[in-house]
């Protein structure tokens, strides 16, 4: 326990220190002052890269996000994320909540219920980063849209357990990955721009998949299930008669996509 502490510690000086060497390095670099801006920016980096060390292979303010439980009694809810530079996993709590959040390690959810609707808003800032990852775990007996935007950080979704109307979910750079509901019909939208999105399609669940990618996209199809039915189309042979379905629409610029 005491060296977590001193690491924690650790981390929180190197990040300081590399953010203030790497600003005054750039600045004595505008300054014209290339000898001590080079010092200056050379030690920011050094110190930003044993802070990624010490954090286990990510930059890392060495804070880390705060628990909120949201309970009551609803039917609906929205879940509303903007993660920017933070990691986020969406998976299911007990039914004895609405919402279980690790959120922060800045700010704090914006929670609200009202006849029977509840909002769980996570939204970080640009001028405080939340890089620590987040994670909510939403109610299976409540029946949920999700709308999730990220910049740089990754994306989890494990939805098998969740009652789920609507799902959409984009990432700029980051990794978008989703296991898909095995309950009811959801339609999900998938996006990235330059990054991977990983889909995987449960046994039990009948699924409609449409892809827009551009050039510089791969497509890797991994499920023996999934034929073509038409172009940039694919679908399972239950698409239309499995207990769960889901119709999924996937757009990608640039990266990976693969379905499992």
Not at 86 to 97: Q, T, Y
Not at 115 to 122: N, P, Q
Not at 176 to 198: C, D, F, H, M, N
Not at 239 to 244: I, K, L
Request: a positive charge; hydrophobic letters at 45%.
């Amino acid at each position: 326990m005491e060296r977590d502490r001193v690491r924690l510690l650790a981390v929180r000086l190197l990040w300081g220190f590399g953010v203030l060497l790497t600003g005054g390095g750039i600045a004595a670099l505008a300054l014209r002052a290339p000898l001590s801006g080079s010092i200056l920016l050379g030690g920011g980096l050094v110190a930003l890269g044993l802070n990624v060390l010490l954090s286990g292979g990510e930059l890392s303010l060495g804070l880390t996000p705060r628990p909120f439980t949201a309970r009551g009694v609803v039917v609906r809810g929205l879940l509303e994320a903007r993660t920017g530079f933070s990691d986020l996993r969406v998976a299911s709590c007990s039914p004895d909540r609405i919402a279980a959040i690790q959120y922060g390690p800045f700010g704090r959810p914006e929670f609200r219920a009202a006849e029977g609707v509840a909002y769980v808003g996570l939204k970080g800032s640009l001028l405080r980063p939340n890089i620590a990852p987040w994670r909510a775990d939403l109610a299976p007996n409540v029946l949920w849209d999700l709308e999730v935007r990220s910049l740089l950080g990754d994306l989890s979704f494990d939805l098998r357990n969740l009652r789920l109307d609507h799902v959409t979910a984009s990432t700029a750079l980051g990794r978008l990955s989703v296991i898909a509901p095995v309950r009811g019909y959801v339609s999900l939208e998938l996006k990235t721009t330059i990054g991977e999105i990983a889909l995987q399609i449960p046994p039990s669940t009948g699924a409609r998949i449409s892809i827009r990618r551009g050039r510089l996209t791969t497509l890797r199809i991994k499920n023996d299930r999934l034929l073509a039915v038409g172009a940039h189309q694919y679908s399972t042979p239950d698409a239309e008669t499995a207990d769960a379905q889901v119709e999924i629409q996937i757009e990608a610029l640039a990266g990976d996509i693969i379905l499992t």
